[in-house]
């Protein structure tokens, strides 16, 4: 876990979750982000979607709150509890609270570094955040996931998730200027901004329920871009295609 994903993951989540907070705060805090969660991502799936309740009961270890698992491939299915350090939500495993991951957002979407690797994880609630609904109406009302700013609708090919995006040796090319964020989520803060038709080499890509992100370095910035976003409140846009792809 590098200290750069690390301070991503604090600096969205530090609004709410500060180290002064009250007990009145902090029960607040557990209600809000206690419930059901989960990872649209399937190699974090077992079988089926994992699945992840963070309970408000409070374990045998004090300050941690328990935690299940449904569902979840390693190292998510060792996850027994959930806490709150450093304006982070940690979620660790075992009798020693090993930790698994921290993660920092809000109360519809949290995301952030698995712990000892160089993977990420985001969480969800089952119908997503306010970005995933107005994807959702979208595509539900135009039938298509327009290519950049044309009419063009693209490809069911080009719409597959790559799963050679975890080996490093994914390019991809922009087909709009295309945001920068620190982490994977639309209310992230932008780093940057990717011109259109930027070759880009990525390191890895989430599957998630407004489509996809993928995390890679441009120029001198880290960050994560989205595969799918809705131009001018309207119409829903994919905004990179692989490198190799035919279309232009």
């Keep these: 876990m590098t200290s750069h994903r690390l301070l991503g993951a604090v600096l969205a989540v530090s609004t709410f979750m500060t180290g002064g907070a009250s007990a009145q705060d902090r029960e607040q805090i557990i209600a809000a982000f206690s419930g059901q969660w989960y990872s649209f991502e399937p190699d974090y799936a077992d079988a089926g979607t994992c699945a992840m309740e963070l309970t408000d009961r409070v374990s045998n270890t004090p300050e941690i709150y328990q935690a299940n698992v449904e569902n979840c ?82 490809s069911p090919e080009e719409l597959r998730a790559p799963r050679d995006a975890q080996s490093g040796t994914l390019l991809i090319r922009t087909l709009v200027n295309l945001n920068i964020r620190n982490q994977p989520r639309a209310d992230a803060p932008v780093l940057g901004v990717a011109p259109k038709d930027t070759a880009i080499a990525v390191d890895e890509c989430l599957v998630t329920s407004d489509g996809m992100w993928c995390e ?33």
């Design 216 to 248: 890679a370095v441009i120029g001198d910035m880290r960050g994560w871009i989205t595969r799918t976003t809705i131009r001018q409140d309207k119409w829903p846009i994919l905004t990179f295609v692989r490198a190799d792809s035919e279309q232009g």
């Design 73 to 154: 491939s390693a190292p998510l299915n060792t996850i027994s509890g959930w806490s709150i350090v450093g304006g982070q939500i940690r979620l660790s495993g075992g009798a020693e609270a090993t930790p698994v991951a921290a993660l920092g957002g809000n109360q519809f979407r949290i995301s952030g570094d698995v712990a000892d690797s160089d993977r990420s994880l985001v969480l969800e609630r089952a119908a997503g955040d306010e970005n995933s609904r107005q994807i959702r109406e979208a595509i539900s009302t135009y039938r298509c996931i327009y290519r950049g700013f044309t009419d063009e609708c693209a």
